[in-house]
């Protein structure tokens, strides 16, 4: 699977959008994004995911960048709920099963 | 629908014991995945099902770990013997078809002492 680097840390405000980066540089043609973040002592939820096109749903927006190699994702009002790791994934169109390999991911911390 | 659904929540045991997870799958689900979460390691996958057939088990640390997947219903993770080592969260997941989203369990606290 494609390797994906995303900031260990990042702190955003209470109401305001928090923009998420992550860098993908060898995904490939047949390769999703997707997010995922972890609640402190809950299992990994799913967020969104997308191919090439940004995608929006009612928790969160991506951004894609048109050459793929990276992608940004938004949560438009943070509210102090929103305070997880999020983990970016580069997952295969059509793996042998539906794979799902986490890295690092991001701990964000919003604050009041 | 409850969600994927782990048993137990926390489990504390002796060096040399044997351990057995359990986990049912949200109904319908044809694939299943085990997951262990560590500090130092993160998540890792340690094996998944796909129509209660071991796909992957690449990610088994070694041969006290197995997975059964008897039915569509219900699946174990047993360690035999369980070493101090082996402490951590495991999660359950599980998901329909291919490249959708899988959905995680609560995750059962494994500490072996």
């Known amino acids: 699977d494609a390797k994906t680097t995303q900031p260990p840390s990042m702190d955003c405000a209470e109401g305001r959008a928090a923009n998420l980066p992550c860098n993908h540089s060898?995904?490939?043609?047949?390769?999703?994004v997707y997010w995922y973040r972890q609640i402190h002592s809950q299992g990994p939820q799913y967020i969104i995911h997308?191919?090439?096109n940004n995608e929006t749903n009612e928790m969160a927006s991506l951004i894609i960048t048109e050459d793929r190699k990276s992608s940004t994702l938004i949560l438009p009002h943070a509210t102090l709920r929103d305070t997880a790791v999020y983990y970016c994934?580069?997952?295969?169109?059509?793996?042998?099963?539906?794979?799902?390999?986490f890295g690092g991911g991001t701990r964000v911390l919003v604050k009041p | 629908d409850a969600g994927v659904i782990q048993s137990p929540r926390h489990e504390v045991t002796e060096m040399g014991q044997e351990v057995t997870l359990r986990c049912k799958p949200i109904?319908?689900?044809?694939?299943l995945f085990w997951y262990r979460q560590t500090m130092m390691r993160g998540l890792e996958l340690l094996i998944y099902?796909?129509?209660?057939?071991?796909?992957?088990d690449s990610g088994m640390p070694e041969d006290r770990f197995s997975a059964k997947m008897p039915n569509a219903s219900f699946s174990t993770l047993k360690i035999q013997p369980s070493e101090p080592r082996d402490s951590a969260v495991y999660f359950c997941?599980?998901?329909?078809?291919?490249?959708?989203?899988?959905?995680f369990g609560q995750g059962t606290r494994l500490t072996v002492v």
């Open positions: 997941a599980s998901s329909w078809g291919e490249n959708t989203e899988a959905f």
């Open positions: 060898t995904i490939s043609g047949n390769e999703y």
């Open positions: 997308g191919l090439k």
């Open positions: 994934i580069v997952r295969p169109i059509k793996a042998a099963g539906n794979k799902l390999t």
């Open positions: 109904s319908g689900h044809n694939s």
């Open positions: 099902f796909n129509n209660n057939v071991p796909i992957d």
